[in-house]
């Protein structure tokens, strides 16, 4: 209320008699002195269609606070670190009065177990009909029914949660799931494990999403860079990419680091992954620096042998580099050899550079890796790390000991 002219201000507080304004002035004045209070700040869960609230913390009570489901633990961190409550999940509350609200598998359409995390359906008087006008829609979205023709109809939200002790637990977006090879991976957790692992990210915005290469689904990360940074980007690409595979076990992961203020974001500050992912497949995001693919280091690699040159870059062209036909003849026999696809003499002509030849060789449907690189070798002598399947059984035992 501060800074609003209140003297000709009348205020009813539930059906009362008007509150004069000066009253009211010297209430704003007294509650301005006492603070914020925070139990007046309730955590809730809601969406347009079910009429914005489904579920909410109760009143005077402090929100509810538990370690997320699919976060990892972190080597050297500690709750209560700066890092700590990046990995827990936040209650939003018990479920409104005459809503019903179950967590369901998206893909059997059962009811999962008590704390297993699934989709989140609701049903209930404050559920909307429907969308106008769009009746197929409609029925994909409010008319949803366990087992396709059992108890329903239920409003599918797209949200992913769990519930614990009578509490909702949002964890995520289905559509924002990233499944690579049948694993199931959170973009909020690799988006945290990208912050942190430089220091000229942690203050910047970044998105995490699937793209299709070569018939699989791989992960792409689009992360905005400090613009006072003035370092190698491709050293700031690298620790990225080591974070992933030690943190996710994720080897291959495609690194675009872009300005501050270019990845999408809504008006209240939320990143648009499915936005920040047609830019970076349909060129309209500035790139400062992109990591390359596998496909794009076979190429370079050749390319070096072919041309006798050091370095090679994504956008180097195949003939200004001194290439010509009969060098064009041995690449396509080495990527053949090499990569196992039939590539045409006419697309090194059509497609010169790194990108676009690398781009026509994996819509080709070849595999991009070299057949004959062999895994390096680690010295035994030394401590080595567990492999992620040791940790997690690592993980059980100290849980619950001497149970097969």
């Known amino acids: 209320l501060a800074g609003l002219d209140l003297s000709s201000w009348e205020v009813a507080f539930d059906g009362a008699e008007p509150v004069r304004a000066g009253t009211l002035r010297r209430f704003s004045e007294k509650f301005g002195r006492c603070g914020f209070r ?90 909307a009909q429907g969308y106008w006008g769009k009746p197929g829609e409609t029925d994909a979205t409010f008319k ?20 614990a002790e009578g509490q909702l637990y949002v964890t995520g977006r289905i559509k924002d799931l990233i499944n690579l090879a049948g694993r199931k991976l959170y973009p909020q957790d690799i988006e945290v494990s990208v912050k942190r692992s430089h220091p000229m990210l942690r203050k910047t915005f970044g998105a995490a999403f699937s793209v299709a290469e070569r018939g699989r689904e791989k992960l792409a990360v689009v992360q905005e860079v400090e613009p006072r940074f003035r370092g190698d980007l491709g050293e700031v690409a690298a620790r990225i990419r080591e974070a992933l595979a030690l943190e996710h076990d994720v080897l291959d992961a495609t690194v675009a680091l872009v300005p501050l203020g270019s990845v999408p974001r809504t008006t209240s500050g939320k990143v648009r992954r499915r936005a920040c992912r047609e830019g970076f ?37 195949f003939f200004e580099l001194g290439g010509q036909s009969l060098l064009a003849a041995q690449l396509a026999s080495r990527v053949r050899d090499q990569l196992g696809v039939a590539l045409p003499l006419r697309t090194i002509f059509e ?54």
């Open 281 to 317: 497949l349909g060129g309209g995001l500035e790139v400062l620096f992109r990591s390359a693919t596998t496909t794009e280091e076979a190429i370079s690699r050749i390319w070096r042998e072919l041309l006798a040159v050091e370095r090679i870059g994504a956008e180097d062209d």
């Open 38 to 127: 925070q139990g007046a700040f309730l955590p809730c869960y809601g969406l347009a269609e079910a009429t914005l609230l489904v579920a909410s913390a109760r009143y005077d009570e402090s929100a509810s606070v538990r370690p997320s489901p699919h976060a990892r633990a972190h080597e050297g961190r500690e709750k209560g670190g700066p890092d700590w409550d990046l990995d827990v999940g936040v209650s939003c509350g018990f479920v409104a009065p005459g809503q019903q609200l179950i967590i369901v598998d998206p893909t059997t359409r059962e009811i999962c177990e008590p704390g297993a995390e699934g989709e989140i359906w609701v049903a209930g008087p404050s559920v």
């Open 351 to 404: 497609q010169p550079t790194v990108t676009a030849l690398a781009s026509a060789i994996e819509n080709l449907g070849g595999p991009a890796a070299d057949p004959e690189a062999g895994i390096e070798r680690v010295p035994r002598a030394g401590h080595l790390p567990l492999s992620f399947a040791q940790q997690r059984l690592w993980f059980l035992q100290q849980l619950e000991p001497d149970n097969p």
């Open 144 to 163: 949803a029914r366990l087992g396709d023709s059992g108890p329903g109809p239920f409003l599918r939200t797209g949200d992913l949660g769990y519930l």
